[in-house]
């Protein structure tokens, strides 16, 4: 795929780069923002966001201060490329109000299957956010409270355009009321959206973390739950049942480095509860994300799925097929 084909705007290209472009390739995963990677013809490499109209600015304010923290204790994260109109800001608006950022590139490779090594990545990474005294700007992207979107799928579920797509809800609503809530945990800094698309790989070992502009304060448990619900989807997706040994070494690699003070057996506890709760309320913010247009929170896979809504209903279904497989887990 070439320039020409995926028509990033010459201004845009402009004010990025300082050498010409090599190619270019869209990257998968993200559900918001769109993303290139860019080669220029010095061997350079950047990654060009085209960033969703709802993403206030000051996220990135919030990215310098854990990239200067992080770095500063040994973490790798990607500048960002400050365009060549601007002193300091770093998105970039078209005329037409599209808006652009960029960050240097680095290494990443697919996930290699280490739960382990997501585990201990991502209890390092709360035990070195807590050194860091700094309020996000900014109102948070996402809430941890999840009843808000519980209330939304009960009562937009009338309006469902099938009846398998109400059955779906109802099931999944009843799985919302036996997963439990996230367990309590003082507020600090965390990442907020944790998955293994948003971690770098070398040569397959994961090594730091990206998309920062959901930094918040809130409770660890959900980045916990999170990390675990991506963990037990790429494992689904790649071996069609989830990988309970791989949770559970997810889990006893984080407690060697941030044990939160907790006996193991209590954190597994929190823990389990908090990968289903994410799994299920993720399940109900799917099927409550049912209109088409520009309305709608998430992308949808058009080259797939005909609408919104039946795209957004795969997603469920599938999430409340890997949140019973997590389940089972817990019993066996």
Known sequence: MNLHDIQIPKVV???????????????????????????LEDGRKFVLQKIKPATKTEKYDNYHAVHDHLRGLGW????????????????YTQDNGDRWVSFVQLTNSGWNGDSAAIGDLLGKLHRDLKKLDYTPKGEPMISTDMSGYVDHLREVKGDLPTEEAKRLTNEILQLYTESGHLPEAKS??????????????????????????TLMQGNLWFDIGD???????????RAGKVDCGGL??????????????????????????????ITVVLAIRYAADYKDGDEGYFGWDSANYSSRFENNQAKAAQLKTIYEEINQCTTN
Not at 188 to 206: F, T
Not at 227 to 237: D, G, L, N, P, Q
Not at 263 to 270: G, I, R, V
């Open 13 to 39: 290209e402009s004010e990025f780069f300082d050498s010409p472009i090599k190619s270019v390739r869209k990257l998968t995963g993200g559900l918001l923002n769109i993303s290139y990677s860019v080669e």
């Open 248 to 277: 559970e070494q997810f889990m006893k690699a984080y407690y060697e480095v941030n044990n939160l003070g907790l006996e193991y057996e209590e954190f597994q506890a929190n823990a389990m509860i908090s990968v289903k709760h």
């Open 76 to 91: 790798s994260a990607p500048d960002m490329t400050v365009p060549a109109s601007h002193k300091t800001d770093v998105v």
């Open 227 to 237: 990390m675990m619900r991506s963990i037990a989807k790429t494992t689904f997706v």
């Open 188 to 213: 600090q800094l965390i990442h907020a959206d944790c998955k293994i698309d948003n971690i770098l790989h070398d040569d397959g070992a994961p090594y730091t973390f990206i998309g920062w502009k």
